[in-house]
């Protein structure tokens, strides 16, 4: 089974700090994604990266940066938190499927930060 | 940009009604996939439709892709307490990238 994970489930971080999130994937995957979820705004992307340090920006870069220095870990970094950043981040990865013609992502269990 | 809209936010039904959720898009898509979220947890792929006007099943679930690509929906008959989640529709918006839809929150009663 794939396994994505992610270093806290929950963190509380002052305005200002620089916080760190991280995630790892056990299955070789190529392509690794961070999300954001808050109530009726559904998943959205802030950064994914397709390979050893290659990243690109999401819909919601503004804020955030990453880091990706092995194929099994891909960082989110906020460089000076803030309360707007309070939110569940999520982390995913994905593999081209043979058996479904797709790149389906498989999702670590989520970090909910708190910024105060 | 791309915009995706699911209809509706919210649904409760009583245990054995059917229930749909519809996912519509301002572009023509490749593909578009689908995740469930129970409560408390992280989404999880269920199915990805490519050709127009395709219709997959899985046991009590039915997903279609509209004839003109631009809309997919996602039908579940007779539900059970098990269905119970956040429904996704993420449509292919890149080589790797699917934005996510608002999502459907479903609650059946039992």
């Known amino acids: 089974d794939v396994k994505v994970t992610q270093s806290s489930r929950y963190l509380v971080k002052r305005t200002g700090e620089k916080v760190f999130l991280e995630c790892v994937q056990d299955m070789d995957h190529e392509n690794m994604f961070w999300y954001r979820q808050d109530p009726g705004l559904g998943l959205r992307l802030i950064y994914f990266s397709y390979d050893v340090k290659m990243k690109e920006k999401g819909d919601i870069p503004e804020g955030y940066s990453v880091s990706r220095e092995k194929k099994e870990r891909f960082s989110l970094i906020l460089e000076s938190a803030s309360t707007n950043q309070t939110s569940m981040y999520l982390c995913?990865?994905?593999?081209?499927?043979?058996?479904?013609?797709?790149?389906?992502?498989?999702f670590g269990p989520g970090t909910r930060l708190t910024v105060t | 940009g791309q915009q995706v809209m699911q209809i509706p936010q919210y649904q409760h039904v009583q245990e054995g009604e059917d229930f749909t959720t519809y996912c519509n898009s301002s572009?023509?898509?490749?593909?578009i996939q689908w995740y469930k979220q129970r409560p408390g947890g992280h989404p999880v792929f269920l199915i990805q439709?490519?050709?127009?006007?395709e219709v997959k099943k899985q046991k009590r679930l039915t997903f279609q892709f509209g004839e003109a690509k631009k809309n997919s929906s996602l039908h579940i008959t007779a539900t059970q307490t098990t269905d119970v989640g956040t429904y996704f529709c993420a449509p292919h918006t890149g080589t790797y990238k699917y934005i996510f839809g608002t999502g459907t929150r479903l609650k059946v009663l039992a």
């Open positions: 572009t023509t898509l490749s593909n």
């Open positions: 439709l490519v050709k127009s006007g």
């Open positions: 995913a990865s994905s593999l081209w499927s043979i058996a479904q013609s797709s790149y389906e992502q498989y």
